[in-house]
């Protein structure tokens, strides 16, 4: 069974640094891309970026692209989405997702994740 | 970029009757590669339809998608209570894969 589990909600206070973590399991981790997708609260979905594990390909959607850093640890199946220095705007859900075709080819996100509240408060 | 305009934002409706939504984008989405999903309040979102039009497994089939170029539709036939909800499209045929900015299928 694919599953993605996210680490837990975190409370920060802006400036502060974060990495969050996504861990794959029930599939060949390193053939598939994760995605990284934010909703603020109460608001629509944006994809944030992406990375291909089996390589790091990674691509960042301009409007996070230099905000935050997505990685990726093929050898405990973990992707990862961290900040260097957070602000109270970064309060949102975040999702890691997985599309449903392997390789490097376009899929929509079939598997997600639990999701991971960031809270960023003085 | 592509940009996804959803349409419209809010669709009050009752149980039994039929869904429409839009999804228009800025530039043609290559090959339809055109994703809906369906979120349920306090969970991840779902995948409901790719390639524009085939339905994901499990789905049922009163959701149906449509369209291709710019124009894409999501019906359900007969909405269920379990339906009402908010719906996101997406493109990922190009980077970076944009969402549409919902419609909340809410009851009448």
């Known amino acids: 069974e694919v599953q993605l589990v996210q680490s837990g909600a975190e409370v920060k206070k802006p400036g502060e640094s974060l990495k969050i973590s996504c861990k794959g399991s029930?599939?060949?981790?390193?053939?598939?891309?994760i995605g990284w997708v934010r909703q603020m609260p109460g608001k629509g979905l944006e994809w944030m970026g992406i990375i291909y594990p089996g390589d790091s390909d990674t691509r960042y959607s301009p409007s996070f692209q230099g905000q935050v850093t997505i990685s990726a640890d093929k050898s405990i199946s973990t992707a990862y989405l961290q900040w260097s220095s957070l602000k109270a705007s970064d309060t949102a859900m975040y999702y890691c997702a997985r599309p449903s075709a392997a390789g490097k080819v376009p899929s929509a996100f079939d598997y997600w994740g639990q999701g991971t509240l960031v809270t960023v408060s003085s | 970029e592509i940009v996804l305009t959803q349409s419209p934002g809010t669709l009050s409706l009752s149980p039994g009757e039929r869904a429409t939504l839009s999804c228009r984008a800025s530039?043609?989405?290559?090959?339809?590669?055109l994703a809906w999903y369906q979120q349920k309040p306090g969970q991840a979102p779902s995948l409901l339809i790719y390639g524009a039009s085939t339905r994901a497994t499990g789905i049922p089939d009163r959701f149906s998608g449509s369209g291709s170029g710019t124009d894409f539709t999501l019906t359900v036939s007969r909405l269920e209570p379990e339906d009402f909800a908010v719906y996101y499209c997406?493109?990922?045929?190009?980077?970076?894969?944009?969402f549409g900015q919902g419609t909340k299928v809410e009851i009448k």
């Open positions: 029930g599939y060949t981790f390193t053939t598939y891309w």
């Open positions: 997406q493109q990922y045929g190009s980077s970076p894969g944009t």
């Open positions: 530039q043609t989405v290559s090959s339809s590669y």
